[in-house]
C-alpha cells in the first residue's frame, strides 16, 4: 500500500470569491459606466486605502453598529496599533478630505471611489466578506436640491446599465436638535415591548433605540411597526428640507416612496436617508443606499463640512444586470488573425499589432494550425471577422477578410484593412 504524496490545494477564504472572464467583463462595463455618469455629473475618482486606524470606524460608524460590535476584520499590527479592513468608504472619503485639507480649496468637493469592503457576515448569495461597492460623495453643501440631484445621478446610472425596475424609498431622520425627542419617545415605547424582541433589540433599546428600527428579524417587524415615527418628531428647518427634496424629486420625474422605519445601519446619517431595492433579488433586496450625513466631518476631528452619498453593493447590483440582459460584456473581439505557414507569421503578427494600436480587439495564435481549426476557434472566440493570411495572399499582397456572420469574403490589402474593419464595425453598431 502506498501513501499519496499528493499536496491539498488551498482554496479562498470563505466568504470571499474569484471573479473569472466573462463574468469580469460585465462588471468592467458596470464600472465603465460609473465612470462615464459621474464624471457627466462633475465627479472625480478618489482612492483611498483599504485599510484605516480602527478609531476612525468606531468614531463614524458608531460602537453599537453591527458592523463596529461584530463584522469588522481588525487586528494589531506589528506597531501595536489597531488597525481595520474598510468595512465602508464614507468615512475614509471624509477623513482623506480631511487630511488633505480639501475644506481650504473651498466650494463643493464631489467625489467617488470603486473598490473592496470587508465584513465578516454570514455569507449568503449576493453577499460576501469581501464584497465590492461603487459609490459617490458630495462634500460642501447642504442645500436639498443636491441631494435630489445625486439621487438622480443614481437613476441615470441604474438605466445606463440595464435596471428598469427598483423602488427609491425615501425618509429623514431628522438632526442633532431634533431627533433626541424622537429617540426619548421611542425608548419610552420600546420598554414595554424590548423583551419580546431580539437579543439585538432589547440590547439597542438601551444603548441605541434607532437601531432597533434597522432590524430584519421577521418576527420583530409587527412591533417596530407600531414604533413612533421620527417623521412627527421633525423641527420645521428639517421638515423644510425634507419636503424640499421630494417636491425636487418629483420635478426631476423620479418615483419615490415614503419610508419612516428607513434609518440605515450607520450612526454618522442626518434628515435625507434613502435605500433602492430591487424585486429582482428576493429577500436581499437592497441595491444602493445612503443619505445626509453633516456632523460626519467634526465626529472625526474635521471642520464643520455638511456631505451626501450613496454606495451601489456591486455584487447584488451585478445579479441584477445579469438577470437584466441589457448589457453586453467588454469590448467584443473584432478579428482574429489566421496564419498558414511559417513566411505568414511575421506577417499576421505585425498585422495584430497595427489593428490594435488601432483599438480594435484582435486575437492571434502563435501555434500552427489548419484553416478548419483557425476557422473553429474564430467562432468560438465569437470573432466579428477573421483575416486569413497563406502564402497565396503573401504573394498577391491582398489578405482575406471573412465576415463571421454573413460569411462574405473580401480581399483587402493589408494597409487598408484598419478601416475598412472600423467602417464595417460601426456599420454593424
Known sequence: MTVSSRIE???????????????????????????????????????????????????????????????????????????????????????????????????????????????????????????????????????????????EMLALFLQRVGIKEYQLLVNSVGCSKCRPEYV???????????????????????????????????????????????????????????????????????????????????????????????????AQNAVAGGGRYDGLSEMIGGPPTPGFGFSIGQDRLMMAVEQAGDLKPSIPLAAYIAWMGDAALPSASRLARELRGGGLAVEIDYAPMKIKKSMGIANKLQARFAVIIGEGELATGRYQVKDMTSGQQEEVEPEKILDYLKDRLKNAA
Open 184 to 282: 426619548s419617545k421611542l425608548r419610552e415605547a420600546l420598554e414595554s415591548v424590548k423583551a419580546n424582541m431580539c437579543a439585538d433589540c432589547q440590547r439597542r433599546a438601551n444603548t441605541n433605540p434607532l437601531r432597533v428600527l434597522d432590524c430584519k428579524v421577521p418576527e420583530d417587524q409587527a412591533i417596530i411597526e407600531a414604533l413612533p415615527h421620527i417623521m412627527d418628531y421633525l423641527d420645521d428647518d428639517c421638515r423644510k428640507h425634507f419636503d424640499h427634496v421630494t417636491r425636487e424629486l418629483q420635478q426631476r420625474g423620479l418615483t419615490y416612496q415614503i419610508a419612516p422605519r428607513l434609518v440605515r445601519g450607520l450612526d454618522y446619517y442626518t434628515r435625507t436617508t434613502f435605500e433602492i431595492t430591487s424585486g429582482a433579488l428576493g
Open 9 to 151: 490545494p488551498i482554496r479562498s477564504v470563505k466568504g470571499t470569491r474569484d471573479l473569472l472572464p466573462p463574468e469580469t467583463g460585465l462588471w468592467q462595463r458596470v464600472e465603465t459606466e460609473a465612470h462615464r455618469v459621474f464624471a457627466a455629473y462633475h465627479y472625480s475618482e478618489i482612492r483611498t486605502p483599504i485599510v484605516e486606524e480602527t478609531d476612525l470606524f468606531a468614531r463614524s460608524v458608531g460602537t453599537d453598529t453591527d458592523i463596529v460590535t461584530k463584522e469588522m476584520y481588525t487586528f494589531t499590527d506589528r506597531g501595536d496599533e489597531s488597525l481595520t479592513l474598510r468595512p465602508e468608504a464614507t468615512a475614509s472619503v471624509v477623513r482623506a478630505y480631511i487630511e488633505h485639507s480639501l475644506f481650504n480649496q473651498g466650494g463643493i468637493h464631489k467625489l467617488y471611489y470603486i473598490g473592496p469592503m470587508f465584513r465578516r457576515e454570514r455569507p449568503q448569495k449576493g453577499r460576501y466578506r469581501q464584497f465590492y461597492q461603487i459609490g459617490a460623495e458630495v462634500l460642501g453643501s447642504d442645500l436639498p436640491s443636491l441631494d435630489a440631484e445625486v439621487l
